[in-house]
């Protein structure tokens, strides 16, 4: 197992009734920099924590608080390790209609929400399923981004080449 070690500082602002992490990492040139040195990190070092929707969403806007529990407690054990991940949404339900793309994308908000407090994630990886869509990847990040602004996205190397004319790949590392 490959990791991404470094000191963690949490810094945080309080900001209504949420909490704001400020950002380890950002995109430049389709590359992951940390921000603190300004060095490019590899993207295949953080370890990748696969989230199934029907897992966190087992109904329709009914989420398993259970597993998310216990995913924070996990990431927040990597938080206490210096150990950076980053979540790889499993589309594994229906995702054609616009109410589908709308509950995909509250599920793992929800998601952001019950685990806002853990350094150790560096952002999400965008599932294959949504690259068709520029739409739906915008709002993805939009939504995910209006409460937790520190989170960087990623697409796959196989991947990146189905969306690279696209203006959302300019902010996308590629792994």
Not at 73 to 81: H, P, R
Not at 84 to 103: G, R
Not at 126 to 132: A, I, Q, Y
Not at 147 to 152: D, R
Request: charged share 25%.
């Amino acid at each position: 197992m490959h990791v991404c070690h470094g000191e963690l500082v949490l810094s945080s602002q309080k900001l209504g009734n949420y909490m704001k992490l400020e950002a380890i990492f950002t995109i430049k040139n389709n590359n992951l920099i940390k921000i603190a040195d300004n060095s490019t990190v590899d993207p295949s070092s953080l370890i990748k924590e696969t989230i199934s929707w029907s897992t966190i969403e087992m109904e329709d806007e009914i989420y398993n608080e259970e597993y998310l529990a216990d995913l924070r407690n996990k990431l927040k054990a990597y938080d206490e390790q210096g150990i950076f991940a980053v979540l790889l949404p499993v589309v594994d339900k229906p995702l054609e209609t616009v109410e589908q793309k709308e509950l995909f994308i509250n599920a793992f908000n929800h998601t952001a929400r019950r685990i806002k407090d853990c350094v150790s994630v560096a952002g999400f990886i965008l599932p294959s399923e949504m690259l068709s869509d520029t739409a739906f990847i915008q709002d993805f990040m939009d939504t995910l981004a209006s409460k937790h602004p520190q989170y960087v996205y990623f697409v796959s190397k196989a991947d990146s080449e189905k969306i690279s004319a696209q203006p959302v790949f300019a902010s996308l590392a590629v792994l």
